[in-house]
């Protein structure tokens, strides 16, 4: 039976991880590699590289610390951020990646999904999501809008329609984050994620407002997630990876372990 | 090889994968690694590693594009070590349903869908059940973990060969052996500890053929491959 998966999502600005409220307030909390490397040590089961260094010649720095990752850390590595083209997701690739995740550029031009499936496989498509609750009218159901550039724009799309529209593009798989919950510790909106999941084969990645190893077991349980993504209670070492897997196992759900048995 | 100097293996480069992870995961279990995009890159090498994504149909066109369907096949047919990875394991086997393709032939049985799976492609993080004991799973806990990316897997004609299987709506076949051929459906190079430690023991695997076969020449054709027992 396939795992689920608990993935730390690192924040690389210029070539160094960072942390801070959603692009403000950035402090350099180390080498991505490094900390990708002691990650896999700890559990991970897939490492995300979330690039958001603003400006454009960022991007061979970028490629460079993916390649220095690939050589330290032997799980799957997940790049986000600034790709735009099919070429660019060849360099990611090439540099050591196993997926390329697209949000904005992905809302932009929903035709880059087909392509880069259509040339690497669904399997290396990550479709990242960012939704926001609209306000519900009475008697209706809950609805999210998409909203890109971090957050900052709104879109007129549906996110539950999108998600059905990324996967028919040739995303393989979709990483749905809450901006309501996003940086705010106060639990993933797992009505938001079974929204998606329970409409689509492909896996869910749930992102944004973990505050604790109960809320993976919830985006999982209720949320239907196959994955679940969190930044700052691993960085700032509130919860380790063991402790998160462990909670999950108790719970029922199936975790690779993380005490490797390995002789 | 030479007593004490690192295996040397060549990762078949058929244009069908990304060789950059593989590469990573033998280097760092001690490996010499050269990368063999034609059939003389191949001479002096204790090893051959293919891997391989996408598939079977398009990759068996880009080996026989760069010649290197025989030399590959002459190679195992010699008995010496070999480890297909994924797409690079499918290959061994006598053809594939995906695209209807011949393969390699060099193990009894096809290639088939993944059927009852409750998602496709299988992606993630699966238990590996060992079916019979095997050095390549030295040291490694039966049941532990690895990482699959695939919608096919091979469905041998021999069960004698198999060594692990893994569950996805029904059980495939994970892994299968036969003397020095191995094949694993999996991701070693990205299955964190477990992944590492098997490419560590297909070094040692490798490392005690080159010393039983000291006389064998390097580069050596097999005589008459059809007088080979399948």
Redo the contacts between chains.
Sequence with gaps: ???R?VIPCLDVDKGRVVKGTRFVNLTDEGDPAELAERY?REGA?EIVFLDITAAHEGRATMLDVVRRT??RA???LTVGGGVRSVDEMRDV????A?KVSFNTAAVAAPELLTACAGRF???AVVCAIDARRLPRTEGAAQTWEVVTHGGRRATDLDAVSWALRAVELGA??LLVTSMDRDGTQSGFDTELLAAIASRV???VIASGGASGPADFVAAVCDGKA??VLAASIFHRRMYSIASVKAAMAAAGLPV??VA???? | MIAGSKPRIAILDYGAANLVSITHGLVAVGADVVVAAEPAAMAGADALVVPGVGAAASAMAHLRERGLVEPLRDWVRAGRPCLGICLGFQILFDASDEGAAETLGLLPGRTVGLRDAPTLPHIGWNAVQAARPHPLFDGIADGSYFYFVHSFAPAPADDGIVVSRTNHGRPFVSAAARGSLYGVQFHPEKSSEAGLRLLSNFLRLVDANVQTNVSAPVGARAADPAAEVA
């Excluded at chain 1, 690739?93 to 050591?96: D, E, N, Q, S, V």
């Excluded at chain 1, 490797?260 to 002789?263: F, G, P, S, Y």
Aim: glycine share 12%; no cysteine; net charge negative.
């Design positions: 039976m396939l795992a998966r896999a089961d690939a050589g032997f799980v799957p690739l090439r540099a050591g196993d496989g669904s399997q393989g798989e084969r492909v896996p196959d994955a690779r372990p490797e048995a390995v002789a």
